[in-house]
């Protein structure tokens, strides 16, 4: 018999937060999908399919501003690449997990349930994991499917300001890395942003390949410098 | 539709290489030893991306009117400053874009 805080129940539980914080941001990214005149499937399909945060707006930018199939796999793939290193650490950490429930798993792997299941600090379940992450998907995905449906209300000027959600959220994100990992975060995302303009604007570059140009360079660059905390694997 | 090719296509394409780097780490072992440069380069990965997921598109996509977009993430990026919720940063950075729109 598994102890309480590792059932599926405490999962639920200790998913919660991280469900009713989804649920905004997906309702943003449902809002970006009817902006860009997307359907309501191709939104829904998306996070029922995707599961990712920067990955899917990223990867429904690309889409809609004609990015060839290429472009968009290496660039979501190289955005979503920290999953290699959390998925990791809870692989290292689950134990009698096989087969199907494995793979679940596996796709269920996000930043939010790495940071909390990793703080739990212990062997983990197949329940427990099932659990947190079941309802952080039900968050993300019922968030798209309000935040598109509720766009349709809005007037036209409003529509156009919802644009700036997308660029929100990410600047929201950066002042968050700014407050946990110190001002160096600002200096990679400033390197990333002047070359990303550069190669779009003055190269005339595509937009999926200028953007993993110039992440992987900003990256590079930023991880010179040892950062303050390595997490512990 | 780009190139004539369906949305879902893209969309199941984006599902793909998400999933697949997923998968790696719990069918594969050795992804939990990589060389500290390398673990440094994963976890600095998202904020490299937010920079170049952030400029030039908060610029361009409003045209003639493009510091109403700098205005909003100005905002959202104060609040982040001050800790207030991702919501709140959104709302707000959507509320100050739309009065600089109607200028």
Known sequence: MESDELSFLGGL????????????????????????SLKL????????????GSGQFLAESLLTSGAMIAELAISVFLVNLRYLFMGAVINANLTGVHGIRRFFIAFGTTDEVFSVSVLKGRLLTGSYMTGLQLISYLGWCSGTIVGFLIGSLLPYELQLAVGVTLYAMFSSLLSGAILTDGPWMLVIAA???ATNSLLVRGVGLGTGWAFVISMLSATGIGA???TTEEIAS | MSHGIPFFVFIIVSAVATIVVRLIP???????????????????????????????????????????????????????????PMIASIVTSIIVTYLVLLI
């Open chain 1, 13 to 36: 539980r200790d998913g919660f937060p991280i469900c009713v914080g989804y649920f905004p941001t997906a309702m943003a990214f449902g809002l970006v999908c009817r902006n860009d």
């Open chain 1, 41 to 52: 499937w191709d939104a829904a399909l998306f996070s029922l399919t995707n599961f990712a």
């Open chain 1, 191 to 193: 390197v990333s942003a």
């Open chain 1, 224 to 226: 010179l410098r040892p």
């Open chain 2, 26 to 84: 719990y069918y594969l072992s050795g992804t939990d030893h990589m060389p500290p440069y390398l673990k440094r380069c994963m976890r600095l990965l998202p904020v490299a991306a937010i920079g170049a997921l952030i400029f030039p598109g908060v610029v361009t996509d409003f045209g003639t009117q493009w510091y109403a977009g700098i205005a909003g993430i100005l905002a959202a990026a104060l609040l982040g400053l001050k800790k207030l």
